[in-house]
């Protein structure tokens, strides 16, 4: 094949670049126009030098960086190592941009109770194999469409997991068993390929903790019993322990805002968590951020810009001044911001459950849908609901995506939606 820059062409052999070349490979494996069959050249433009791009092809090429080392030690050296960091710099922006082309679209996954379920969305035909583990929802027909049933074998009932999106691949990582066994397994998803991939497990079985993606990594925060945490490093498929939580906390949540993390609610070992956490990744240390007179448990946490949205869980407001009934069965949400240190507390939904719930920023709205949904389960625990974040207010969503357990509701890139 060729690559073209400008007016000049570069033949080099797909193969290699396959396989020395994340970007390339992410690309001719993507499904995307521009690599499909019978492409022959690929057109990069802006942001990358010819000299840059040469070296990186000879890299490619030789595995290694024969330039550099001719040109090492002359008084007139050219800055070839720069060169070849700003270019290998801009095609891994080029590749975090191309990953997230297309359609922001909701996906479900869960553990959907076989094909039969899907006759509930128009449009999903039944199969004779395995049943469907990911759905897409139709936001213009609102209706849920098959997506894959391609699901990890050891993701099949496991419950209590963590789950984050990074830079528009979705992981999932630890949980337990219907056994009661403790996993520490990681699993990855990419959307353009359609695949999933097992990555380093964790050094810590864990399970009921939070996931969260910051500034590249991951952090697994917490679990059954446990304060420890640990990194997780895209780069290097490597987990590594960081600065532990002040205490092990159980019913508690977390989110990412403006490059931290914060920890709010549940229960230490011996009384109600009323401390807000936060955690700075650049110094690696926790910090008492603020006190707070109103106790949540089992919410579900997400930040748009210095906001914390909470949604759900068990509220017990403590204030003097304040009620002391507890809110046991009714979706609230909360908004708590990070530079003001104000709490809001925005919509409530007395027809609906606020417990066992999982949640998604989508666009302009948090989506929220029930983990379990049988032909048993009343009215107020099947929860599919959309929080405008702008107008505070509740949209009904029609449709469920299907009868099913454990379910994860996310929102991800994909590059075509097609159907299945």
């Known amino acids: ?3 073209r820059l400008g007016d000049k062409c570069y033949p080099v052999c797909k193969r290699k670049l ?14 995307m126009r521009e690599a499909g ?10 942001g ?3 000299l840059g791009l040469e070296l990186v092809l000879d890299f490619i090429n030789t595995s290694c960086l024969a330039r550099l080392e001719q040109e090492e030690g002359g008084e007139e050296e050219p800055p070839l190592l720069e060169e070849l960091v700003e270019a290998a710099s801009y095609l891994q922006q080029h590749l975090k941009e191309r990953r997230m082309r297309g359609t922001a ?5 869960g553990d959907f109770m076989g094909a039969s379920s899907l006759a509930m969305s128009p449009g999903c035909h039944p199969q004779a194999e395995a049943p469907w583990s990911m759905l897409r929802y139709d936001e213009e027909a609102q209706r849920w469409l098959p997506l894959a049933n391609n699901l990890p074998p050891d993701l099949v009932n496991v419950r209590g997991y963590g789950s984050a999106m990074l830079d528009n691949y979705l992981f999932i990582v630890g949980g337990y068993r219907i056994t009661s066994q403790e996993i520490s397994a990681a699993h990855c998803y990419n959307p353009c390929l359609n695949e999933w991939s097992q990555l380093a497990s964790m050094n810590q079985k864990r399970s009921n903790f939070k996931l969260l993606a910051v500034n590249g990594k991951l952090y697994a925060i917490g679990g059954q019993s446990l304060s420890n945490v640990e990194c997780y490093n895209p780069e290097n498929d490597w987990w590594n322990f960081v600065a532990s939580m002040p205490n092990p906390l159980a019913e ?3 989110c990412e805002c403006k490059g931290k993390i914060y920890v709010i609610g549940g229960y230490t070992t011996r009384d109600r968590n009323m401390n807000i956490l936060q955690y700075c990744p650049t110094s690696d240390s926790w910090t008492n951020f603020e006190l707070c007179d109103v106790h949540v448990r089992k919410q579900q946490m997400l930040s ?15 204030g003097p001044n304040q009620k002391s009934s507890q809110s046991e069965d009714v979706l609230t949400v909360q908004s708590y911001n990070t530079a003001t240190r104000e709490w809001l507390y925005l919509k409530e939904n007395t027809s609906k459950s606020g417990l066992n719930l ?17 032909l048993s389960t009343s009215l107020e625990h099947r929860v599919f609901l959309k929080y405008n974040i702008f107008t505070d207010s509740w949209e009904s969503l029609r449709r469920f995506p299907a009868f099913g357990q454990n379910m994860l509701i996310c929102s991800m890139y994909l590059p075509d939606v097609r159907e299945v």
């Open 1 to 3: 094949v060729q690559i």
């Open 18 to 31: 396959i396989e020395q070349s994340d970007y390339f490979r992410a690309l001719y494996r993507s499904g």
């Open 37 to 46: 069959q019978g492409q022959e050249e690929q057109l990069l433009r802006g």
């Open 48 to 50: 990358l030098s010819a």
């Open 105 to 109: 679209t909701l996906v479900a996954i």
């Open 252 to 254: 508690f949540s977390a």
């Open 304 to 318: 748009v810009e210095e906001t914390i949205y909470l949604v759900g869980g068990c509220i017990h407001e403590l």
């Open 358 to 374: 999982t949640c998604t920023l989508h666009n302009d709205g948090v989506y929220i849908l029930s983990r379990d949904i049988t």
